[in-house]
């Protein structure tokens, strides 16, 4: 019976490695606490229970503690940082029609429901592929 936890074991390790996304680490962790039990015990209702049992217990145990590991802050690209700045026509913008707009000192395609003229301010709204959705901003007197 040690021998099959053994292999279940490996095969299990081997389905994680494949898989890496943490789906059998804990079943086979599990299998190989039994495969200690069986050199104690030749129960099959012991070595059940005792997979059963460490399996779940170390999937609540490390859970949280994965989660943490694999979160990670999201870094703003290129694109992202954009979002929500000012920027300035440089190619007037017709409406429905594609103008130019620098943004953070890089010129960008850009796109408006109304027509912007050269020089005004905008506010980025949103990307759609490589071109910006923009906004005049109203200069208020």
Known sequence: M???WLVLF????????????LVSIWFSLGALIVTFVSLVT???MIH??????SSILLL??????????KKREAVPTNLDMVL???????EE???????????????????SDKEI????KVKILSINGVKLKVEEIKESD
């Open 84 to 90: 929500g700045k000012t920027g300035i026509v440089t």
């Open 2 to 4: 040690t021998l099959f």
């Open 10 to 21: 490996v095969i299990l390790a081997l389905f994680e490695l494949a898989t890496v996304s």
């Open 93 to 111: 913008i017709e409406k429905d029609g594609i103008g130019e707009v620098k943004v953070l000192g890089k010129k960008w395609s850009a796109y």
């Open 60 to 69: 609540f145990l490390t859970k949280p503690f994965v989660k943490k590991m």
């Open 117 to 120: 003229k050269t020089n005004c």
């Open 48 to 53: 059940l229970a005792v997979f059963t049992v």
């Open 42 to 44: 030749d129960n099959l």
